[in-house]
Every structure is written in structure tokens, then in C-alpha cells.
């Protein structure tokens, strides 16, 4: 189907997406188009990575505006949501507006009533349906991005109850659902009501083999030899022949061909890198290692810390790591070098599979198996999972077709692997809403909402579900509904009343401050208990108290540090908040140890303590920090409002705890380093130079601000601006690109499920 042919959408967009290069649609493109996405129709699109989702979600989202409609785009991945915002703003010279939604999960984002498109992710959705967003009503059409991850136990319930609010709120809403390929394609159609493209084409063929011996055997019954044999490790083999040049078909493919890694843990995706950049370097030309090094350079600038050193010296030969514990500019980097073909092999953990758009000449799935705490020991990936890795091979337009590879150390495992992966169906996805930490969380905020004001409305609301689409026991649920509705009833978070015949179900103030606040009941029951009787907390007990809870993602406790945590627990043993559980109840102990070093590295943070000391300490990477501190400033906030809701006479206090760990600083640099600009390096230097507070600040000498800030003109004006100086002889204000980042307390950008495992696909959300 040509792209002039596509019918209500804007009369620009055949233009300009020919001057993009897009002339036709893809076959499931155009098998959407001829379902009617861009005439209203829901639609559920099952199809290979890479194969073109987001021009559908474009369509139908520009044919909405056409209407005079609004779309929203929900994003798995903060990372991902500017990414999105970034492509659909090449619309904007068209008169379409594009917002993008993240920052606080408190506030209703009034400024997006103005926007066309809106991209935000799923929790800042859920949590803008519990502000009572009075826009989301005059949504035309979502496009849920990824939806397969309603399979996902911590994220998936919240993906899928947000997709049921919104069709409750609006019935006659066009929802655009994008998926890998899953095995119950239709299953969703039918939950969402919804046109159904299930398709495997691919723009590029993709190859999926095995590695064994020398040889690399592949689906179509075909072998071939590495050009490389020898001793190698097959994975530095295949990296070696995949940089050669081949010929295929009488045509050479390009040079530089690029290789893809997955491993299953951070350490062997910084190993691989390591030892793979050997591999790669002699390959490479002068003007190849010049380019590189200006990368390198970038990236030692990002941070002041060993794994900003590692990265540099990987990609400075041509390999690169990539996991959730890098920082955003990290990863932007390697991803970009990569893209460019400066970076020949990145090894990486699979969160670089989900929806990054890093496309490869090979892929090499290295570790087919992770470790797993909670199923006990090393557990095979899902299909799914490879199947999204494995996607990632082939360049359209520069590979004649991609390669997938998994690899296998004897003739058994070449057969299992075949058999448990290249042959295999995609999974069915399953809806994870049964699961309690789920269900108490979404119970609450649908009652605090007004969703749902009884037993009885709760129940028909959870029948717009996945969970009710796919399951016949209609008992399970209602039994889960009950014990859930009793815990929250227990914790004053929701009362029951009788009206005639029915109960009625009404959120507490507490209960509705739980829900606006976007925290797990839980959470908040651990934290009133914990700052109930305390008068004056210490940082670190408040730190302590807010690992413990079920928002926070804690470190794990190496072996040798259950004795050491215990020492400073028995240190400490006076500011520690809450109850403390038995040594003798192993595992709940344990837990409470593991929050203990996550508090002392927030605490650490909040010292002023150098970033590459706390990596070093904690074994944790620059970007486990940021999301440790994201994720405290939220909880530390919840925590200061759930006081002030109480009445307790600690409010100060847990909020100086907030700034401390908002900024790193320690006390004394709190009110300096709340100025717009300042943070916490210039915070220390204006303090060193005399100047302590904020009001110091204000009535400052303009030359002993300029020598504190190092003479930086621009900034000394900004922050003097800020502090209400009453002369700061303003010139400009845009942000100096070296001040240190605010803090944002959207927390799906920070979630980091394992020091050494990134558990989940999802590794940042
Ligand atoms: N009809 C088309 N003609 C030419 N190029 C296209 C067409 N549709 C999409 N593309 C290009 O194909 C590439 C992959 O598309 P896209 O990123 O939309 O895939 P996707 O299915 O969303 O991938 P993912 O699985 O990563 O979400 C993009 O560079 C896009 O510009």
C-alpha cells in the first residue's frame, strides 16, 4: 500500500514520510490501515521487532488529531518516553503538539490539556488517572507500546489496569495495542475489543542458528564455517569473523559488520567487554581509534568513577558494556556510537532488548540462563525474551539479513537449544493482576478514584481486566479481593458503611492521600508505623525505614555482610525505626540487614561521599546510585506528607532527611544547595567561601560568588537570581549546561531489581 493511499490521516503526511524515505507501508502496516487504525478502530499489532510499530501507532495517532482529537503513547521506559517524544516532534512544524509526562507522581499535569500527543510512561498514567487528570477524558486514542509486558509481575498489573480505566472512563476510546510476538495474540484482541494484525514478517530476514564447534548451524538446515578458527571463545570468534568483510550473493556487505552480546549479569557484560575490545581494536583504522577516543573522552566526562573509566577504555578499541547500572548519558553514548558504527560489539544485559532501537548485523545470546533468588539458582530466559534479543539482528538497508545466535558446548545442548529456542512458539502472555502487592495497590487507588464504591462495582471493574479475560475462576478472584480489602481495612486505609441493602466501600483522607502519593499500601503502613513514635529520627534510621519498604529496590547482602550489617545495626541500634525481626527468622532478617546497606549508602550520599568511593563500596554502578536516591527522595516525601496528614511533630525533620539525600549534602549545605543551580559540588564551595546560607546568598558580594563558582559568569548571575539577590545584573538565564542535574521523583526511571543480575528485561522503567 502506497502511503498516499492510507485514508484520514493529515495531507502532509505522505510527504513528508516520503522525504523520510517511507514510500509504502510494510505488509502489517498496511494490513493495520485496511483494519481501520486510522479510522478509529482499536487494534492489537503482534509483530517482529523492528518491523515498524511505532509509523501504526503514528498513523492512528495522527488521524485522531486530524479529528481534533488527543492521543497518548504509554511507554515502558522512561528512557524510552523521551526517545518517542523526540520522533513525533518532527511533527510539530504540522501545528501538532508534543508533551511529554514525567516528574512528580503527585500532580494531575494540567499543562498536557494543550498537548496533541502526550508519551508518558504507564506508572505516570496510573498516577495521573488517580490525580483525577481531567484531560484523560478527552483522549481519542492510546497507543500502549510493548503491551506484552502485562505478563510482567511487578509492572504488568499497572499496565493493565490503567488500560481498563481508561476504556471504563471513556468507553468509546481507540486503543492501539503494539506487541512482540506473543502465542495469544487474539486473547488480548478480545480483551480490548480490538482488530487483530498477528504477522512474523520482518523487513529483514532474520537467521536464528546455534553455534557449536566451529560452525554456526542455522533454522533453514544450512551450516557454515567461521572464517576464524582456531582457539578462540566462541563468542570472540564470531565477533572476529562478523568484522570481516563478506560476500553474500555477489555483494559485499558492508564493512564493520557489528555484534550484539547478551549476558546475563552486569560483571560478565563489563567482562566480555573487557576482553571482546582486544578482539575488536587491531580491526580497526586511525580515523576509526580517533573517533573513538573523542567518544571515550565524553564518556570519562560523564562521571568521576571506575565504571566511567571501564566504559572509556572498552570503547576507546571498539566495544562497549551496556546495562541498567550505567547513567543515562552513558548509555545515550554507547547506544549513538553504536547506531554510528564507531562501536563494533556491545555486551550487554537484556535491557538493551527492550525497545532500544540498536539494530546489529549479528546477535549473540551468550547466556540463555540467569540467576534467579527466588526460583533457586540459574533459570532458563522465556522465549519471549530471546525471541526480543535475537530480534535485534539486522541493519535494514545495510545487511543482507541478520544473524541470531545462541551458543552451545556440546551436542545435547545444540539440540535442547534448538528445540527450547529457535523452533519454539512465542510464550502466551499472562495477566500477573492476582498477585497481592497488585491487587492491594489497585484496589485501593480504584476505590480513592471513584472507580469502584463497593464490593460489587470493584468486582465488575476488575471484569474489564486481562485477568478476568483469561481466567474461568471467577472464585480466585473474589477470594484475593476479600483478604485485600481486609488488610487495607485493617490499616485505616479504606472504611465500609452500610447504604440500605449495599456496603459501601469509601477511601479514608489517608487513604486517598496513600493513593495520590502513588505509593504500595504497604509502603505506607511500614513508614506511619516506623515515624509514629519518633520524635526526632535520625537520617539514617529514616533512610533505614524507607529501604525496608516495598517501593524500594534493595541491595543484596554479599557473603561476609550479614556480620558487618550486623555490627552496625547493633551500632546504630537506637535510631533504627520500627520493628526490629529476630535474628532467628532467617529471611526477614536478612531483608531488613539488606535495607540496612542500602540506607548506609544513601547515607553516604548524603555525606558528601565521592561517587566512585560508594560505587566501590557497594558494588553498585553510578546508575544504581541515581536510582537509590530517586527512589528515597520519593518515599522520604510520601513520608513527610503521611506525616503531616497524622499530625506527628517530625515533618521537619524527615524532610531535611529528603533534602539531604535530594542533594547529597549534609545538613549544614541543605539551604545552599536548594537554590536553583547550585547542588551539591558549588553548595560545598560557596559555604567554604564564607557564604552559609541562602539569605548569605541573597546579600552576597557578587565577586566572592564569581571566585566561589570559579568564575563562571553566567552561573554566579542564575544562582544570585534565584536567592532573590537584589542585583544579580542578569544577562542570561538559560541553565548552564554544567550544573549538576536535579533530582526527579518520577521513580520509573530509577527501579533496579539486582546488583548483579539485571532481573527483569526492564532493568530501568
Ligand atoms: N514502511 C516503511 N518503510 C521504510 N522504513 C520503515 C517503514 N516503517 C518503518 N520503517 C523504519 O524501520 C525502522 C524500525 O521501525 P520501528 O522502530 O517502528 O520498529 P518497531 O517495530 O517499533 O521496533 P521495536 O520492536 O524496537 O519497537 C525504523 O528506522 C523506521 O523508520
Not at 242 to 266: A, H, I, K, M, Y
Not at 398 to 405: F, K, R, S, V
Amino acid at each position: 500500500m502506497e502511503v498516499s493511499d492510507v485514508p484520514a490521516v493529515p495531507e502532509w503526511l505522505p510527504g513528508h514520510l516520503d522525504a523520510d524515505g517511507v514510500e509504502s507501508l510494510y505488509p502489517p502496516q498496511a494490513a493495520a490501515v485496511e483494519a481501520g487504525v486510522t479510522e478509529g478502530e482499536s487494534l492489537v499489532a503482534s509483530i517482529p521487532t523492528a518491523s515498524g510499530k511505532t509509523l501504526i501507532a503514528t498513523l492512528a495517532m495522527l488521524s485522531a488529531v486530524k479529528r481534533g482529537g488527543k492521543a497518548l503513547y504509554i511507554v515502558p521506559l522512561r528512557a524510552l518516553a523521551s526517545e518517542k517524544k523526540a520522533e513525533f516532534e518532527q511533527f510539530e512544524q504540522y501545528g501538532v503538539d508534543v508533551g511529554v509526562s514525567t516528574g512528580n507522581y503527585d500532580s494531575d499535569g494540567e499543562w498536557l490539556a494543550k498537548k496533541d500527543i502526550i508519551v508518558a510512561t504507564s506508572e505516570k498514567v496510573d498516577s495521573l488517572v488517580r490525580n483525577g487528570a481531567p484531560w484523560l477524558a478527552q483522549l481519542d486514542c492510546v497507543v500502549a507500546d510493548e503491551v506484552h509486558l502485562v505478563d510482567d509481575p511487578t509492572r504488568g498489573p499497572t499496565l493493565e489496569v490503567t488500560l481498563a480505566k481508561l476504556r471504563s472512563r471513556n468507553p468509546g476510546l481507540q486503543i492501539v495495542a503494539l506487541s512482540a510476538t506473543i502465542g495469544n495474540a487474539g486473547e488480548l484482541a478480545d480483551w480490548l475489543d480490538a482488530e487483530l494484525v498477528d504477522s512474523s514478517w520482518r523487513p529483514i530476514d532474520l537467521r536464528k542458528g546455534v553455534h557449536f564447534g566451529q560452525a554456526l548451524h542455522f533454522d533453514d538446515g544450512t551450516q557454515e564455517q567461521l572464517s576464524v578458527q582456531g582457539n578462540e571463545k566462541p563468542t570472540a570468534a564470531i565477533v572476529r569473523d562478523t568484522l570481516r568483510d563478506t560476500v553474500e550473493d555477489g555483494e559485499t556487505v558492508e564493512e564493520g559488520g557489528s555484534t550484539l552480546v547478551f549476558v546475563n549479569s552486569r560483571r560478565n557484560a563489563e567482562a566480555a567487554a573487557r576482553r571482546l575490545a582486544n578482539v575488536v581494536s587491531p580491526e580497526l583504522d586511525g580515523d576509526e581509534l580517533a573517533a573513538l577516543a573523542d567518544v571515550a573522552d565524553e564518556i570519562r566526562d560523564v562521571s568521576d568513577t571506575e565504571t566511567s573509566d571501564d566504559l572509556a577504555d572498552a570503547v576507546e578499541k571498539g566495544a562497549a558494556f551496556h546495562h541498567a547500572g550505567l547513567s543515562p548519558d552513558h548509555r545515550e553514548l554507547v547506544e549513538a556510537a553504536f547506531r554510528d558504527r564507531l562501536v563494533k560489539c556491545v555486551c550487554a544485559t537484556p535491557t538493551l532488548a527492550a525497545g532500544v532501537n540498536t539494530p546489529s548485523r549479528r546477535v549473540v545470546v551468550r547466556d540463555w540462563r540467569r540467576y534467579s533468588g527466588d526460583a533457586g539458582g540459574m533459570q532458563p530466559l522465556s522465549v519471549l525474551e530471546v525471541h526480543q534479543m535475537m530480534g535485534r539482528a539486522g541493519r535494514p538497508g545495510m545487511d543482507p539479513y541478520g544473524e541470531a545466535l545462541l551458543l552451545a558446548s556440546s551436542h545435547d545442548e545444540l539440540d535442547e537449544l534448538f528445540e527450547r529456542y529457535v523452533w519454539a512458539d512465542p510464550d502466551p502472555v499472562e495477566s500477573k493482576l492476582a498477585a497481592e502487592p497488585a491487587m492491594r495497590t489497585h484496589l485501593l487507588a480504584t476505590v480513592a478514584s471513584g472507580f469502584a464504591d463497593s464490593r460489587e462495582t470493584l468486582l465488575s471493574f476488575l471484569d474489564g481486566t486481562l485477568y478476568a479475560a483469561q481466567t474461568d475462576e471467577q472464585g480466585r478472584l473474589e477470594r484475593v479481593v476479600d483478604d485485600m480489602l481486609a488488610y487495607l481495612e485493617r490499616n485505616d486505609f479504606i472504611e465500609r458503611s452500610r447504604d440500605g441493602d449495599t456496603e459501601r466501600l469509601t477511601a479514608t483522607n489517608l487513604g486517598h492521600t496513600v493513593s495520590r502519593l502513588y505509593l504500595d499500601p504497604m509502603s505506607a503502613a511500614t513508614i506511619i508505623d516506623g515515624i509514629a513514635d519518633a520524635d526526632d529520627p535520625s537520617a539514617l534510621g529514616l533512610y533505614h525505614l524507607v529501604s525496608r519498604t516495598p517501593d524500594m529496590y534493595q541491595l543484596y547482602l554479599r557473603s561476609g555482610e550479614r556480620e558487618q550489617y550486623t555490627q552496625v545495626a547493633y551500632d546504630h541500634e537506637t535510631e533504627l525505626l520500627g520493628t526490629q525481626p529476630s535474628e532467628f527468622e532467617e529471611s526477614r532478617f536478612e531483608d531488613w540487614l539488606a535495607a540496612l546497606k542500602t540506607a548506609k549508602l544513601l547515607d553516604d550520599w548524603a555525606s558528601e561521599t565521592d561517587e566512585d568511593r560508594i560505587t566501590d563500596r557497594y558494588g553498585v554502578g553510578p546508575g544504581d546510585i541515581r536510582g537509590k536516591v530517586d527512589t528515597a527522595e520519593w518515599l522520604l516525601g510520601a513520608a513527610e506528607s503521611l506525616a503531616g496528614e497524622r499530625g506527628f511533630g517530625n515533618v521537619q525533620a524527615i524532610r531535611e532527611a529528603k533534602k539531604r539525600v535530594q542533594y547529597g549534602v549534609r545538613q549544614e549545605l541543605i539551604d545552599l544547595a536548594d537554590v536553583r543551580n547550585v547542588g551539591r559540588k558549588r553548595a560545598r564551595r560557596l559555604y567554604e567561601a564564607g557564604i552559609e546560607s541562602r539569605d548569605q546568598l541573597r546579600n552576597a558580594d557578587k565577586s566572592v560568588v564569581l571566585a566561589a563558582l570559579r568564575g563562571r559568569e553566567r552561573t554566579a548571575e542564575t544562582v544570585l537570581e534565584h536567592a532573590g539577590h537584589p542585583n544579580p545584573e542578569m544577562t542570561d538565564v538559560t541553565p548552564d549546561p554544567d550544573a549538576e542535574p536535579v533530582v526527579a521523583t518520577d521513580t520509573s526511571g530509577s527501579s533496579e531489581s539486582a546488583e548483579e543480575n539485571d532481573q527483569s528485561s526492564l532493568g530501568d522503567f
